[in-house]
């Protein structure tokens, strides 16, 4: 078996099993109950964001390419564990341009890509005062899952690819109510990116940092 589609594999299950636990915790502890106090069990938070992509792919000809910075969507579903410990899984979706060119001065455009994140992540929030939960909640998290990369350059790149990508967070949580909050997320995705383009010949992508600003309306159960 290929060995990114191992990579593949490896971290699908991984992303997999951070969900599924987090679904039977919930359905073992029951859903919160109303006017407890408690902070949110379950919480989904449909979000959208801009994508840094530090993604450059060199292809057989000697030719650099990078992915343009574009808007992303995506959604989280979370469970707490305990009151500063959660679960949470990830997909969001980013499509933009291939271009040619300096990466901050701007480029030229030769084609698309579209990326996919799937991915799972312990959640470690602040500890609130006083047993009384904070109106504004920071926390980090640290995972691991898949990034999934098409790219669609002709005469110059053409690739499909899914590999391992580990990430980094540090976010805010702001209460708007007991089951309603804002959350402010920056998320670092960490891997080494590769495939093939149309000739069969290796694309040389290399470890990057891809980050990712997202804000987002949670909503607990």
């Given amino acids: ?105 701007g480029g030229i455009g030769v084609g698309h890509s579209r990326v996919w994140n799937y991915d799972g992540a312990l959640r470690f929030s602040a500890r609130s005062r006083f047993g009384r939960r904070n109106t504004v909640t920071p926390f980090v998290q640290v995972g691991a899952g898949a990034m999934h990369l098409e790219v669609n350059a002709p005469n110059y790149a053409q690739s499909n690819s899914t590999d391992v990508a580990f990430n980094l967070g540090l976010g805010l949580d702001v209460a708007l109510g007991d089951v309603v909050g804002v959350q402010i997320l920056a998320k670092d995705y960490i891997g080494r990116f590769g495939g093939r383009d149309a000739s069969g010949a290796d694309l040389s992508m290399g470890t990057s940092n891809n980050w990712l600003l997202s804000a987002g309306l949670r909503l607990g159960f």
């Fill in 1 to 105: 078996m290929h060995l990114s589609r191992l990579r593949w594999l490896a971290a699908t299950a991984f992303a997999g099993a951070l969900v599924a636990t987090a679904g039977s915790a919930a359905a073992q502890r029951g859903l919160r109950p109303v006017g407890s106090g408690e902070p949110p069990l379950v919480q989904i938070t449909p979000y959208a964001g801009y994508e840094f992509f530090g993604t450059t792919i060199r292809g057989s000809t000697g030719t650099a390419l990078s992915l343009r910075d574009a808007p992303v969507v995506g959604g989280e579903l979370g469970v707490r564990l305990t009151r500063v410990v959660s679960l949470v899984g990830n997909v969001g979706y980013a499509s933009g341009d291939v271009q040619i060119g300096q990466l901050y001065l």
